[in-house]
Nanobody, 124 residues
Framework: QLQLVESGGGLVQPGGSLRLSCAAS????????IGWFRQAPGKEREGVSC????????NYADSVKGRFTISRDNAKNTVYLQMNSLKPEDTAIYYC?????????????????WGRGTQVTVSS
């Protein structure tokens, strides 16, 4: 069974950091582009970042550029999202998704497999 599982979310103060992980089971992530998305209460889902299968190409939403870094360790079948300088507006459920056409895009409609999400709350 193909599955993506996010972890690493939690409660953090403004200015703090978290590292999210996206682990795959049932398939090998190294052939897929991976995206991170988030959805805050009452808001539409937003593409946050993506990474090509090789790790050589990445993209970020303007709202997180310079603060978030996406990376992958294909040997561990895991993709990471390092989030620094967190702001209250980063509060959301964060999802990872895998895309078999290997396009690094922030449009969620191109992704085939989704995790269940991990909650990130930025509050003092």
């Amino acid at each position: 069974q193909l599955q993506l599982v996010e972890s690493g979310g939690g409660l953090v103060q403004p200015g703090g950091s978290l590292r999210l992980s996206c682990a795959a089971s049932g398939f090998t992530l190294e052939y897929y582009a991976i995206g991170w998305f988030r959805q805050a209460p009452g808001k539409e889902r937003e593409g946050v970042s993506c990474i090509h299968s090789s790790g050589g190409s990445t993209n970020y939403a303007d709202s997180v550029k310079g603060r978030f870094t996406i990376s992958r360790d294909n040997a561990k079948n895991t993709v990471y999202l390092q989030m620094n300088s967190l702001k209250p507006e980063d509060t959301a459920i964060y999802y990872c998704a895998a895309q078999r056409w290997n396009m690094c895009t922030l449009s969620g409609s191109y992704y085939d497999y989704w995790g269940r999400g991990t909650q990130v709350t930025v509050s003092s």
